[in-house]
């Protein structure tokens, strides 16, 4: 059972839902990375997502963008964003990390070179953007032969067909994208996230997190009483964007942990969609 698995495993028996926060390695600065991870962590996060920065970051709002551009600006690249991994592992070894990004970083390492390197560094899952399923059957081999849990992502658009394929090459969770854009746009409809989460469980029979449009503890609750997961990026992206280096840690720790409470106090609530509680 890998490190997903076994968070969700646990949080269903305390009948709880995952917060999964999203930062970009290496922003505001490469050394605070590690230390920005385990804040979240203290603060109630399940498992971190944690962005490898690219120059064209086609499916990310402003907010991230700027996020991976000042990454890049200080020169941190995939082979150090793997070397941050296994420094945060020095001192946690439960808590699941996921690598998101696109696909060019990956190719010019070379997919099984980071699959190896991923799983000495302590990574759990990889979600790349623009790898689609009918697209990524060796890489979703390769990173399973390493003991990866190749995630992907599902939308609003996403037919029967396609949520087909996901099911077939997906572990650990499907990250459903709430809105029609990029990250950071729009206002979340719940309702709407409501109406498709039953039909992607069904399918796929992995958890559901939800991201994008998920922006404070009323929303990450309503959107935990539908779902098994709340993804949030772009809020704590702008929590960084607004600290300066002496107080970024205290911000995100008090961010996240409101979060954390929104989610709690919502996920004894009966499930808007009959999901799983």
Excluded: W
Excluded at 15 to 40: E, N, Q
Excluded at 84 to 105: E, H, I, K, S, W
């Amino acid at each position: 059972m890998s490190k997903i698995q076994a968070t969700f495993e646990r949080l269903r028996t305390q009948g709880r839902k995952a917060l999964i926060p999203f930062i970009t390695a290496g922003d505001p600065d490469p050394a605070l990375t590690v230390t920005l991870m385990h804040t979240m962590v203290e603060a109630g996060a399940d498992i971190i997502e944690l962005g490898v920065p690219f120059s064209d970051p086609m499916a990310d709002g402003p907010t991230i963008q700027r996020a991976s551009e000042r990454a890049l600006q200080k020169g941190v690249s995939l082979r150090q964003v793997l070397t941050m991994v296994a420094n945060f592992r020095a001192d946690d070894n439960q808590t699941p990390v996921v690598l998101m990004g696109y696909a060019n970083p990956i190719e010019a390492m070379g997919v099984d070179d980071f699959a190896t390197t991923a799983f000495a560094a302590g990574v759990d899952g990889v979600l790349v953007v623009d790898y689609p399923p009918e697209e990524s059957i060796e890489f979703a081999c390769a990173m399973r032969a390493n003991a990866l849990d190749p995630i992907f992502l599902l939308a609003p658009t996403s037919t029967p067909e396609r949520i087909s394929q996901v099911a077939a090459l997906a572990s650990g969770y499907v990250y459903y994208v709430s809105l029609k854009g990029v990250t950071g746009s729009a206002q979340l409809d719940v309702a709407a996230v409501a109406a498709r989460i039953p039909e992607i469980q069904a399918q796929t029979g992995i958890p559901v997190g939800v991201g994008f449009g998920i922006r404070d503890a009323v929303t990450a609750g309503s959107v935990a009483r539908i779902a098994d997961a709340v993804v949030v990026g772009s809020r704590i992206i702008e929590e960084i964007e607004q600290s300066d280096k002496d107080s970024v840690c205290a911000r995100v720790r008090a961010l996240v942990a409101t979060l954390r409470c929104g989610i709690d106090d919502a996920s004894a609530a009966p499930s808007l969609a009959g999901g799983r509680p």
